[in-house]
């Protein structure tokens, strides 16, 4: 008998073996998983926390998945200086792109600004305010090697 139950978080133990399960997987694909969790945090003078953007490697883009600014800070400049520093961050490490996903609510034009591409939008006929927008910033660098396993490794 089988039983799928909810969790708020899942436990060291299942986390570790669904990354060894994928990196398995995709290893014998030839794949790199290069999977990493991080956030960046900005704080003002003082160590106060104004500005947050979390986001994780796979394969060969980096996911922001959230990012957020104190409502005392917002409009300063302070979402573009997080979104630079990932961008110069990674640039030049042989990743692909940057790529997020924002409702209609939320700051789209902001995105724009900062160079980001509408890829696509996802509409939601019911709740206008929750159609989705995904953007994507690609590097320019010409030497892409992230999520590749090279011959070495595999």
């Known amino acids: 008998m089988t039983a799928i139950k909810l969790v708020d978080k899942l436990s060291d133990e299942i986390e570790a073996k669904m990354r060894e399960g994928f990196v398995q997987y995709e290893s014998s694909h030839g794949i790199d998983v290069n999977y990493k969790q991080f956030a960046l945090v900005l704080s ?32 300063k400049g302070y979402g573009r200086k997080l979104l ?17 996903v924002t409702n209609a609510f939320n700051a789209s034009e902001f995105y724009k600004k900062c160079g980001f591409e509408l890829e696509f939008v996802r509409e939601n006929a019911i709740n206008p305010k929750l159609t989705k927008f995904f953007f994507i910033k690609y590097f320019d660098d010409e030497i892409q090697t992230q999520g590749l396993l090279t011959e070495a490794s595999s």
Do not use: C, H
């Not at 394969?59 to 990012?67: G, N, P, T, V």
């Open 84 to 100: 630079d520093d990932l961008e110069n961050r990674f640039r030049g490490k042989g990743f692909n792109n940057i790529n997020l």
């Open 44 to 75: 003002d003078n003082e160590n106060n926390t104004i500005g947050v953007l979390n986001a994780f490697t796979a394969f060969a883009e980096i996911y922001i998945q959230d990012m957020w600014v104190d409502s005392k800070f917002r409009g």
